[in-house]
């Protein structure tokens, strides 16, 4: 499983003196890009290909309490991809030094070309990279009506 570790920050910490809800947000797009960087999806070879990534949702679970001192592991799965590549479903959990789960985020995105502003599938070898990321018990082929699962847009003023 890929796994990425981090030390608490001060500038991590709320007002309440734990781990602020978009500080989860950080760790886990740092171990994204982690991934993607190590996998040669690193931003030079993407915008040969002139890709973006861009998140659809997160959903996060918090079951404990996270303090500065206290190392977190965060981890990655692929939980869904679209038989192109176009959308992507991540699962991260937050672990403490003994493997305790302190939360849980699922996460979907997909990919968009940056000059047509539309979304796209993957080059193959990109792909195949990003396919060989360990999947989730629950893992599913994407589709298009999953990305509408929990979209509703407000009616316009």
């Known amino acids: 499983m890929y796994t990425k570790q981090f030390e608490i920050r ?8 734990h781990v602020r809800n978009s500080a989860y947000i950080d760790y886990m797009s740092h171990t994204r890009m982690s991934f993607f960087m190590e996998s ?3 931003l030079t070879n ?4 002139n890709l973006g990534a861009v998140a ?3 959903h996060m679970y918090y079951f404990r309490e996270i303090f500065p001192g206290t190392p977190v592991t965060v981890s990655l ?3 869904g991809l679209s038989e192109d590549g176009r959308y ?7 672990y403490d030094e003994n493997g305790k789960n302190y939360a849980r985020c ?3 995105g997909g990919w968009i070309d940056l000059k047509e502003r539309k979304l796209v599938g ?5 792909y195949d990279k990003f396919n060989a990321l360990e999947k989730t018990d629950d893992f599913r082929i994407l589709t298009k009506e999953n990305t509408r699962k929990h979209s509703q847009r407000p009616k316009d003023l």
Request: glycine share 2%; hydrophobic share 40%.
């Open 88 to 94: 992507f479903e991540f699962l991260h959990n937050f």
């Open 77 to 79: 799965q692929l939980k």
């Open 56 to 58: 659809f949702y997160e």
């Open 106 to 108: 699922e996460m979907m």
């Open 10 to 17: 001060w500038s991590d910490v709320d007002a309440n003196r």
């Open 46 to 49: 993407l915008s040969k290909q």
């Open 40 to 42: 040669g999806l690193d």
């Open 122 to 126: 993957l080059p193959k070898e990109f």
